[in-house]
């Protein structure tokens, strides 16, 4: 049963950094993509970011691209989302997720399965 667990979100003023994580249990991963995803106010749910377990390949949403970075640590339990030079547009609530899409560039929630309960980032003006 793979678990995500989420935290490290909060407040912060607009050109902030902040690193929120995510502790992943029940793999192994090595076949998993794990991703992050956003949920603003209003707004429906979109890709941020993923990484391949195994062997590290990342992809990025165009409008975090430059700007976050999606990493996991060398004991393969936490995934991590490095965001600066955060913007008023990047509040949301964050979620990990992991599942198997067949490719990075597919990036349709619907290819994660597992998800995590979310942890909130505000950013203010």
């Known amino acids: 049963q793979v678990q995500l667990v989420e935290s490290g979100g909060g407040l912060v003023q607009a050109g902030d950094s902040l690193t929120i994580s995510c502790a992943a249990s029940?793999?192994?991963?090595?076949?998993?993509?794990l991703g992050w995803f956003r949920q603003g106010p209003g707004k429906e749910r979109e890709f941020v970011a993923a990484i391949r377990w195994s062997s590290l390949s990342t992809y990025y949403a165009d409008s975090v691209k430059g700007r976050f970075t999606i990493a996991r640590d060398n004991a393969e339990t936490t995934m991590y989302l490095q965001m600066n030079t955060l913007k008023p547009e990047d509040t949301a609530v964050y979620y990990c997720?992991?599942?198997?899409?067949?490719?990075?560039?597919?990036?349709?929630?619907?290819?994660?399965?597992?998800w995590g309960q979310g942890t909130q980032v505000t950013v203010s003006s």
């Open positions: 029940g793999g192994p991963f090595s076949v998993y993509t």
């Open positions: 997720a992991a599942g198997r899409p067949p490719a990075l560039t597919m990036t349709s929630a619907r290819f994660y399965r597992d």
